[in-house]
């Protein structure tokens, strides 16, 4: 018998002797791996004297053919042998439904405030983020509340161990970083954002809240410009049809300062309630730039003016949804959440 006969009879008779996946493979490295025998049966060819090698070549490549063939097919019944089975012995029940994956969603607090940068975009204004700490100059005495101004007292914070290092009451100190860095050019812009107070925590006063203001400067800009700016907001935010309102009112940042309210729909069965039996709800305070806060931002009110407005989304989500307890916002209860 030939060298490459006797060499497919053991290889062939080894391998019908392989059981399992880790023998068969165990056969294959023996005899096509690196150093395998067969394998170097194929490479023997060109030592082969020239009138047999083609004879050779032949039988050596039908051989590797065969037992390719073979060792294919038998590794892949050994596979599925093995997965009968394991299934078998561990029995899974693939037609059990899954669990389902629960969606995230977007909090109330962002979805309302993607309410508000829409409804201000499509007018023309860009959102300015400013910092949450801030000094004692900028969150009061640049805002025309000097030291011992009385108006600080509705707006107690949290102090840091820097002396003059606070957190910031309200997003108005965003106003004088703006102007600075605009100045003398005209501006269109809301400031979002958190602040904080030193407040008892209710269901309707938290230590934490955010707030939107906005601030728009340039030349010839009046209190008309202010009433339609609003108006058009609070018309898009709560419905076409109603009604705005403007009282007068004081901030020590603006002069004449306003508040703004909105009619209620009478057809709202908490509508007494919310108002107070008025039909009336403030929705934010606003007014005309002071001269003394233009001139801390750099521009001479001679020449530019300006109106600002800042409201509560908090409060203003809590009217559209009727939400009794401002501490749900950052409860980080899903229950709660997952009505939004
Ligand atoms: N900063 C005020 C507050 O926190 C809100 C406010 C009122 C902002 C009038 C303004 C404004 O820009 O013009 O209560």
């Known amino acids: 018998m030939s060298d490459l006969a006797s060499l497919e009879l053991l290889a062939k008779t080894e391998l019908d002797a392989c059981a399992d996946e880790p023998t068969l493979r165990a056969w294959n490295t023996k005899y096509f791996g690196a150093n395998g025998e067969v394998l170097a049966a194929l490479k023997a060819i060109g030592t082969i004297a020239k009138d047999q090698r083609k004879t050779y070549g032949q039988e050596a490549n039908r051989i590797k053919e065969t037992l390719t063939q073979t060792y294919d097919a038998m590794l892949s019944a050994a596979k599925e042998r093995a997965l009968d089975a394991s299934l078998t012995a ?3 029940d693939i037609t059990l439904p899954g669990r389902p994956v629960q969606r ?14 829409d409804i201000f975009a499509d007018m023309g204004f860009q959102v300015y983020r400013t910092r949450e700490v801030e000094d004692d100059l900028t969150n009061f005495e640049l805002l025309n509340m000097p030291p011992h101004h009385p108006a600080r007292d509705m707006w107690d914070t949290f102090h840091t161990t820097t002396p003059g ?11 004088i970083h703006v102007m600075r860095e605009v100045c003398p050019d005209p501006i269109r812009v809301i400031l979002p954002g958190m602040c904080y107070r030193y407040e008892a925590i209710t269901t309707r006063s938290e230590i934490q809240f955010q707030q939107v203001e906005g601030l728009v400067i340039g030349e010839h800009v009046t209190m008309a410009d202010l009433k339609g700016t609003i108006t058009a907001f609070a018309r898009r935010l709560f419905g ?8 007068s009112s004081y901030f020590p940042f603006t002069e004449p300062s306003i508040e703004i309210d909105i009619d209620w729909p009478k057809e709202d069965p908490n509508a007494d309630r919310l108002t107070k039996g008025t039909g009336w709800l403030e929705i934010m305070g606003a007014g005309m730039v002071h001269p003394v806060v233009l001139r801390n931002g750099g521009y001479d009110p001679a020449k530019h003016s300006g109106f600002a407005f800042g409201m509560g989304p908090q409060r203003i989500t809590m ?22």
């Open 90 to 92: 561990n029995p899974l």
């Open 104 to 117: 995230g969603r977007l909090h109330v607090a962002t979805q309302i405030m993607r309410q508000i940068y």
């Open 165 to 175: 290092v606070i957190l910031r009451t309200h997003t108005s100190p965003g106003q």
């Open 240 to 247: 076409q049809e109603r009604q705005v309102r403007f009282r």
């Open 319 to 340: 009217l559209k949804h009727a939400i009794d307890d401002i501490r749900q916002f950052w409860a980080n209860d899903v229950r709660f959440l997952r009505q939004f």
